[in-house]
């Protein structure tokens, strides 16, 4: 219906055939004939020719009025796509562990709306099973997290690595013989642990104490007893709980020794009582991902977001 909408638009500019042709760089036969097939498809006359300059029927009128509108859907359209590409309008969902969504992410994302305002953010926060539902679902654009997502139905790019640690109630006895291993603050602030001179602690030193540890399921605890097995035990677990942060805070009540990751150790206080090991083990490291649906297309909006928070995170790693 609207296939030489520019044509016509340009001959009822115009109000003439021979001017529009010249406008257009085609030849006036050739315009001419072109509205003609427009007015046989539509079954109706555009333009009255029997007065000069040209005049629109009562149905070119109705016509060219819709040829304005579709024009203003597709500026409309083209201005949005432009503002995406440029950053100034758009939107993003994102799914995340709690440690992200509380510790990491909100400075970060405060940063990525003082440079880009007009972009809005959603942050949406779980345990790996309800973000990945969330992701399936497409009710996320993508997931920042640890878990073990099917390669199959999702991709994955690296964002960051951290490791976990252990944290332990100085006033257990027992352990006084791997105190000197604990991590001093220093080393904390600048993840001196990483450093292959660094020395970490055989789990075994701690088969006897109690712990604190996440529900089945959860990669931290996944991993947690697993380096329990490769150290010969299995943990005596005191209490299970959801979320790293809790687990956290009821160590430093002397309840238990837990597995913290070396991201919530730095966004959390530190406690006098509370010694923090490097573990002796290849699995107490881990990298963080972005997920993202399989051949999802990531907008430019995903894409800058990606960049950014990435970059951030690469310039915490230096300081």
């Known amino acids: ?9 340009e001959v009822y500019k115009e109000r003439s055939i021979s001017k529009a042709a010249a406008n257009l760089y085609i030849s006036q036969p050739s315009l001419s004939a ?3 097939k427009v007015e046989e498809e539509l079954g109706m006359p555009i333009f009255d020719r029997s007065t000069s300059p040209l005049r629109l029927t009562e149905f070119g009128k109705i016509y060219i009025k819709a040829i304005e509108d579709v024009r203003a859907i597709e500026k409309s ?4 796509v432009n503002d995406m590409n440029t950053l100034h309008a758009g939107e993003l969902s994102v799914g995340s562990s709690n ?6 992410l909100p400075p970060i994302i405060a940063k990525f709306k003082e440079k880009y305002p007009d972009i809005k953010i959603t ?3 779980g345990n790996s099973d309800m973000i990945e539902s969330l992701l399936s679902a497409n009710k996320v654009d993508m997931v920042i997290g640890n878990g073990s997502y099917d390669s199959a139905l999702y991709d994955r790019e690296i964002y960051s690595e951290e490791t976990i640690l ?3 109630p100085k006033a257990f006895t027992g352990c006084e013989s791997v105190l000197k291993y ?3 603050e220093e080393c904390i602030r600048t993840k001196g642990y990483k450093s292959a001179d660094c020395p970490a602690v055989q789990l075994s030193a701690f088969k006897d104490i109690p712990f604190i540890m996440l529900k089945p399921n959860n990669d931290t605890r996944v991993r947690g007893d697993k380096m329990c097995r490769e150290a010969g035990f299995r943990p005596k677990i005191a209490l299970e709980v959801h979320q790293q942060a809790t687990a956290y805070m009821i160590a430093t009540t002397n309840m238990g020794a837990t597995f913290i990751s070396d991201t919530l150790v730095h966004k959390m206080p530190s406690f006098e009582n509370m010694a923090y090991y490097k573990i002796d083990s290849a699995i107490s490291d881990r990298d963080i991902y972005f997920y993202f649906k399989k051949n999802k297309y990531k907008t430019r909006v995903m894409q800058e977001f990606m960049r950014f ?11």
């Not at 219906?1 to 638009?9: A, G, H, P």
């Not at 928070?309 to 300081?319: F, V």
């Open 77 to 80: 359209v083209e201005g949005f």
């Open 1 to 9: 219906m609207f296939r030489y909408k520019n044509y016509v638009y």
């Open 182 to 184: 604990a991590l001093d």
């Open 123 to 125: 942050l949406i926060d």
């Open 34 to 36: 072109r509205i003609i």
């Open 166 to 168: 252990l944290a332990v």
């Open 99 to 104: 440690i992200y969504a509380a510790y990491t």
């Open 309 to 319: 928070i990435s970059n951030e995170a690469a310039q915490g790693d230096e300081k």
